[in-house]
């Protein structure tokens, strides 16, 4: 958490985030949360024209913006049958603006995780993260349980934004923005903001419980958490799961956390032209997002694979998003509470239904 | 640099969930899942996940190619329609229209299907189009056209969570079907039973309530059996009987004959199993069935169809939510396939090819003669060419030289052609054999509509360029219309144009256009006066041809059963990971990652019985042909029952499988032959039988 008086140093008044929103992109290319006719949300590069951003509240897309950091597919080298040469991304600045507060948490996550890789973080100083406090649950989420919202987290935004609510208040929405970063706050000096005191912190406090309250308390969720700790989870709990388990990669892809990947090369057949009397291969080495629930991802050379069952590839799963293990490193459990696995497994075995089940396994 | 987005419906399997394509420097990059669409709900399986890899640049043919002295060397497109043009008028001119065909794409859209059956009635003069339903669900198109008078999925998707029992006889939805096995999976955690009947232990069978494992071949006695003993026990819907079929009592006493004992012994089904199944599925509120490959790809597929219809009928488990007679379709547009009419006996929305109205009705609406004569099946066109009568084929976007029966025959046939012309995304088998081969456009770089399993027509989006000169399919269909001479007929500049077009001269789908398919996230067809929004659920009230009809079929053997040379049963499945030839799937690192070591799923007891090492490299042979392979023991299969996967070329099933014919259909009894196993030398890799580029065997 900030210290208070930095905070109220770098705290301004907003009436129309159009000025915010119009004046960043004038330095970043934006991307926003935009929806379609069918209701559909999606992270969305805004190529000019402007459209009214969603916020918050009810409006977690379920891809998050992970892909804007972490590539899907990007090219790391290639080698002509000589050298080998890095290929880093070619990036312009870009504004996420409106993120979550349980996706910010994740992109600060992985900003450990890819602390020294080149791509990643080439990509990541371009980004400037405006963030935003949500004003309601949404469907599938538990953020607060794993310390991962409603509210932005002070270190894990460069901009944040909050919605106040005055009392007897009139249609008019005032903003409270807040600069948490030296790039935050450079990136809007430029703008002649008034500044917000003491009460407008205090109200965003306020806020923040009223949020909270709204928040169904999924206890299994805290109860299951202390049975995968305890070790108390019984195998055959996990056999009858990962029955279910199709391994089509869909939680780990929509994980705002998930980072593993593969890497593979294109081969070019047929070389442009040969280079002396040397069989010239054109190689490019890719990577692309893998998921640990395949049966090949841990297997080995050999054929032998540590994770054959997939029993033991789910309990992985979870082992990583809950496990108090990778608290030294991470400084947090890997799951930020969003509930993207829950809508999008085919198999019922998403975050909700699996620390239901061992909750009411365990409590017998 | 930027991403854009665009919506699409998964080029995969019949399920037709809605994927979001995303887009950066003319590549699709990825692919996001929707989750405001009715099917997908925000899912996807593995293969759509890997959507991206299997359209990818690299993979994809960019320019005409021609074959010459063996090898292939680039063309224009001018030079390839010419001599395309050329040759077919020489065909027809000296042997008549029967000696040229089209075989369309079920993975292409109505628009490319619906502008290839015309283009062979009304330019080639011929009758002679068909695609893969063929050796898919033909038995169910004409099973279930007799039984009711419509051939398509009666309910819809979402029926599956409003029923209190789910039976799937023949089909392993989680792997194939899988947004679909999931909601299977939901209904049984919320309740419903389940009951899988199965030769293998599928991931269905294995959270069932009840698996029936059959021995391979037995449907129908299974079926009659299930009827016996519902009779037996007045378990049947007298009411729905008596107001809507006609046949029961030829029907009651045509069963009788299947007592418990008799069905038992062919079956192999436990008698109390048989019980216990007859009366879930009678007794339920609400009944859905789902059936597969294991109904139909048998040479009794057409009466299996209509055995699973006399189940469903004397219960009266049809016409209501959460029932239904629900042939799953397995690609992602084989159902529009059939419904544009790329079938030799029908014309779009099914009107009858041979019916004198029908085909005026064309011939004035397109404003030239149709074709006259009865067409070949695909099978047929195949047999013919081996004989010498058939002479020029265009195959769109399929690979049969792997997928379909008895390989040696196909690629026989195929060498015998005078001209192949494969149009396709990649150079497949099958391309490997062509004459000519000219790059096609993938369902992410057109537009067009697809009609899922559901009967449910959805647009799908472009969202980038085709690679090099690639072009779709409708498009290449009306240039070479005009190089025949035609340039009016097939003049369109739209896939809207071709729609509207279609919806003019068909019922079903005279309700729909683009902006309405664009507002209801698509539209369920009969979309007509009566039923204006689209019909989620068939027969509510009556049936097409008026009431049901319950037809008594028997139990016939398979046209192969093992003996002493050929001791194992041998049938096919197919994996959660690929799909169909392998083609698209096999482009992604991840999903090849995924393919087994050993392709012969063989049980631990006959691996033991033979002496076999886990993935030992094998011979196994029929009658037909030989593969080499590795094992892969598994306690799927039963004892005495080998099973491969059809989806690589390497060590294609199909060099094993019968073309035995369903006299109905021509559908070839994919599903079981005999095969015998013989163990390769310790450590001698098994040969791949994958073709040379210029489409030459090598094992064979």
Not at chain 1, 344 to 356: A, E, L, N, R, Y
Request: glycine residues 8%; contains cysteine.
């Amino acid at each position: 958490m900030s210290n208070g008086n930095n905070m109220l140093n770098d705290s301004y008044l907003l009436q129309n985030l159009a000025v915010l929103r119009n004046h960043l992109a004038e330095s970043y290319s934006l991307v926003q949360i935009q929806k379609d006719n069918d209701g559909e949300e999606m992270w969305t590069e805004q190529l000019g024209e402007s459209n009214v951003p969603l916020f918050g509240h009810k409006h977690l897309p379920l891809a998050s913006p992970k892909g804007f950091l972490f590539a899907e597919k990007e090219a790391l080298y290639k080698f002509d049958g000589e050298t080998f040469e890095t290929i880093l991304p070619q990036v312009v600045p870009k504004v996420l603006f409106g993120v979550q507060a349980c996706d910010l948490t994740a992109i600060a996550y992985q900003d450990k995780f890819f602390e020294f890789d080149p791509y990643y973080q080439k990509r990541r100083e371009h980004i400037l993260l405006v963030g935003i406090d949500c004003e309601s649950p949404c469907s599938n989420g538990f953020c607060a349980q794993v310390d991962a919202g409603p509210h932005v987290n002070s270190s894990t935004a460069d901009l944040v934004l909050s919605r106040l609510k005055l009392e007897g208040a009139n249609q008019l929405s005032e903003w409270l923005l807040i600069a948490e970063t030296e790039k935050g706050l450079n990136s809007i000096k430029a703008l002649a903001l008034e500044k917000a005191d003491e009460e407008h912190l205090r109200l965003r406090n306020k806020l923040l419980e009223k949020v909270k309250s709204e928040f169904i308390d999924y206890s299994y969720i805290n109860n299951a958490i202390e049975y995968l700790n305890n070790n108390s989870i019984p195998i055959k709990l996990w056999e009858e799961l990962s029955v279910r388990c199709l391994s089509c990669s869909g939680c780990t892809n929509l994980c705002p956390t998930c980072s593993c990947y593969s890497t593979y090369e294109i081969v070019n057949k047929k070389p442009e032209k040969t280079i002396s009397n040397s069989k010239v291969l054109k190689t490019e080495t890719l990577r692309v997002w893998d998921s640990c629930l395949f049966q090949g991802f841990q297997r080995e050379a050999s054929g032998h694979n540590p994770a054959q069952k997939a029993a033991q590839r789910v309990e992985r799963f979870w082992f990583h998003k809950f496990s108090d293990e990778f608290l030294p490193e991470f400084k947090r459990y890997g799951c930020v509470g969003c509930g993207r696995c829950e809508q999008t497994c085919p198999g019922t075995i998403g975050v909700h239904s699996v620390m239901k089940r061992i909750d009411q396994e365990c409590c017998s | 640099m930027s991403r854009t987005q665009v919506k699409s419906v998964c080029p995969f399997c019949g399920v037709g969930c809605g994927i979001g394509l995303v887009a950066s420097d003319n590549n699709i990059i990825t692919v996001q899942p929707l989750l405001k669409h009715p099917i997908s709900q925000g899912k996807l399986c593995a293969k759509g996940w890997n959507t991206a890899f299997g359209i990818n640049r690299h993979g994809r043919l960019t320019q005409p190619l021609m074959k010459k002295n063996g090898k292939f060397r680039v063309v224009s497109w001018q030079q390839a329609l010419t001599h395309i043009a050329k040759k077919l008028n020489k065909f027809i001119s000296e042997n008549g229209p029967q000696s040229v065909g089209v075989i369309s794409s079920a993975r292409a859209t109505n628009e490319d299907n619906y502008a290839a059956q015309k283009f062979a009635r009304a330019v080639l003069k011929t009758n002679n189009i068909d695609h893969c339903a063929r050796i898919c669900h033909s038995p169910s198109v004409a099973g279930l056209k007799k039984t009711l008078g419509s051939g398509a999925m009666t309910n819809s998707i979402d029926d599956v969570g409003k029923a209190d029992v789910i039976m799937v006889i023949g089909a392993d939805p989680t792997e194939n079907h899988a947004i679909i096995g999931g909601q299977i999976m939901q209904a049984k955690l919320r309740g419903a039973k389940l009951i899988v009947v199965d030769p293998r232990k599928t991931r269905l069978a294995k959270v069932a309530d009840l698996h029936l494992q059959l021995k391979i071949g037995t449907n129908i006695a299974l079926l009659n059996g299930l009827l016996n003993i519902i009779f037996a026990h007045d378990w049947q819907n007298d009411e729905f009987i008596a107001r809507r079929c006609e046949g029961f009592d030829t029907l009651k006493a045509h069963v009788a004959d299947y007592n418990v004992e008799k069905v038992a012994a062919i079956t192999g089904v436990k008698g109390a199993d048989l019980v216990s199944a007859a009366k879930l599925y009678s007794q339920a509120n609400a009944a859905f069935l789902a059936y597969g490959m294991g109904i139909t790809q048998f040479v009794s597929g057409t009466n299996n169809v209509i055995a699973v219809s006399n189940l469903a009928l004397s219960c009266g488990q049809i016409g209501r939510e959460g029932t239904g007679i629900n042939p799953l379709r397995g690609q992602n547009n084989v159902q529009g396939a059939c419904d544009m009419g790329c079938l030799p006996n029908v014309y779009p929305d099914y009107q009858n090819s041979t019916d004198k109205k029908v085909r005026e009705k064309f011939s004035d609406a397109w404003h030239t003669e149709v074709a006259k004569y009865p067409g070949l099946t695909s099978l047929g066109m195949s047999h013919q060419a081996r004989h010498g009568n058939f002479k020029g084929l265009l195959i769109f976007g399929e690979d049969p030289v792997v997928t379909d029966p008895d390989r040696n025959k196909v690629a026989q046939g195929m060498s015998a052609m005078d001209l192949l012309v494969v149009i396709e995304l990649s150079m497949t088998e099958t391309a490997k054999m062509a004459d000519i081969v000219l790059p096609a456009a993938s369902f992410a770089e057109k537009k067009g509509t697809f009609t899922n399993c559901e009967r449910r027509v959805q647009l799908i989006q472009k969202a980038v360029e085709p690679p090099g000169e690639a072009r779709i399919d409708w498009q290449i269909l009306s240039e070479l219309a005009k190089e025949m001479g035609l340039p009016e007929l097939m003049n369109w500049q739209t896939s809207e144009q071709i729609f509207d077009e279609m919806t003019q001269l068909t019922d079903s789908f005279s309700g729909m256009s683009y902006p309405r398919l664009e507002q209801n996230n698509g539209l369920q067809w009969p979309c007509n006066k009566e039923h204006p929004d689209g019909c989620r659920c068939l027969h509510s009230s009556t049936f097409p041809i008026g009431k049901g009809q319950l037809i008594s079929v028997d139990h016939v053997p398979t046209d192969e059963v093992p003996d002493h040379d050929y001791p194992f049963w041998f049938t096919t499945m197919r994996l959660h990971f690929h799909y169909g030839c392998g083609s698209m799937t096999r482009q992604s690192p991840l999903l090849e990652r995924e393919t087994p070591n050993g392709l012969l799923f063989i049980h631990p007891q006959d691996a033991l019985d033979l002496g076999l090492k886990s993935h030992q490299g094998v011979t196994i042979s029929s009658r037909r042909g030989c593969v080499e392979t590795r094992i892969e023991i598994s306690d799927q299969v039963s004892p005495g029952l080998l099973s491969m996967p059809y989806h690589f070329k390497e060590a294609p099933s199909n060099l094993l499988t019968n073309n035995a014919m369903d006299p109905s259909t021509e559908m070839p009894e994919l599903k079981v032959c005999a095969v015998k196993l013989v163990p390769l030398p310790e450590n001698q890799p098994p040969r791949s039988s994958a073709l040379s580029d210029a489409g030459i065997g090598v094992l064979q």
